[in-house]
């Protein structure tokens, strides 16, 4: 299973924002989207999740363009979740993680969508708000409870945009090992837009970078994450150091 982007160009009427972007993203891998504030990530997940029609170029899934599926179909396949998510309607978390099951299956819930929703809120770590409304919880509660939506579609590609924004210490690094563990698992091909380079490089197996709509950098983790890559992004010096466990640490400091 493969994503590739042929030459692909988004933006909002005569504005450019995504320009001529290019890669092939393999399933069953984490990759982290890095690059700074109004850089184009935002738009770029839009344009793959099919919210956004390009400018020019092409989204293949499979060899598939997708812009050729019914919006059911791509449904189906690509989960977009993006920053701010509505909590308007007065549900429950186990309701609205139902609901997000069931929004293009059968109408009838079984016992196995009912254990299905119980599973992926214990495995996110709230089983606990089931009975909570959504319109109790703290805005990281509501975060998680939106992550859980997703992934109980298991998509083909999931498409994250700033999951951890809101949340702790311990759900960001709890979430983003959830993450990369389903990815794996349902050989998936996962796209997190992300700010926090200390926690994309700890869980991250690929770096997809970009700046003013361009591609800078795209592949391996440890291949693409240097201080070179960091001050391109974010005009920042940064030394890369290793972490006990192996993993990359960055440490960032302004220039002077």
């Not at 850089?39 to 099919?50: P, Q």
């Not at 959830?178 to 770096?207: E, Y």
Request: some cysteine; aromatic content about 2%.
């Amino acid at each position: 299973m493969s994503l590739v982007l042929e030459q692909l160009s988004l933006g909002y009427r005569r504005e450019l924002i995504v320009n001529e972007l290019s890669l092939a993203a393999g399933a069953g891998r984490l990759c982290v989207l890095l690059g700074p504030n109004g850089t184009g990530k935002s738009t770029l997940l839009k344009g793959i999740a099919g919210l956004l029609a390009p400018k020019q170029g092409r989204v293949l899934l499979n060899g598939e363009d997708l812009a050729g599926m019914s919006r059911a179909r791509r449904a189906g396949k690509v989960v977009y979740l993006p920053q701010i998510t509505p909590t308007g309607a007065r549900i429950t978390v186990f309701e609205a993680v139902l609901m997000a099951l069931k929004v293009h299956g059968a109408v009838r819930v079984t016992e196995a969508d009912l254990a299905a929703v119980r599973d992926v809120l214990d495995e996110l770590g709230v089983a606990h708000l089931s009975a909570r409304y959504l319109e109790q919880l703290s805005g990281g509660q509501r975060q998680l409870v939106a992550i859980a939506q997703a992934l109980i579609r298991k998509p083909e590609v999931l498409l994250l945009d700033e999951p951890t924004s809101a949340l702790d210490l311990y759900h960001s690094l709890h979430i983003m090992a959830v993450l990369r563990r389903l990815t794996r698992a349902q050989n998936m091909v996962t796209l997190v837009a992300i700010h926090d380079l200390n926690l994309a490089a700890r869980t991250a197996d690929d770096v997809l970078a970009v700046k003013g709509g361009s591609l800078q950098a795209f592949g391996p983790l440890h291949q693409c994450l240097s201080p070179e890559l960091v001050h391109t992004l974010y005009g920042v010096e940064a030394d890369l150091l290793t972490g006990p466990d192996g993993s990359l640490l960055v440490h960032p400091r302004l220039a002077g």
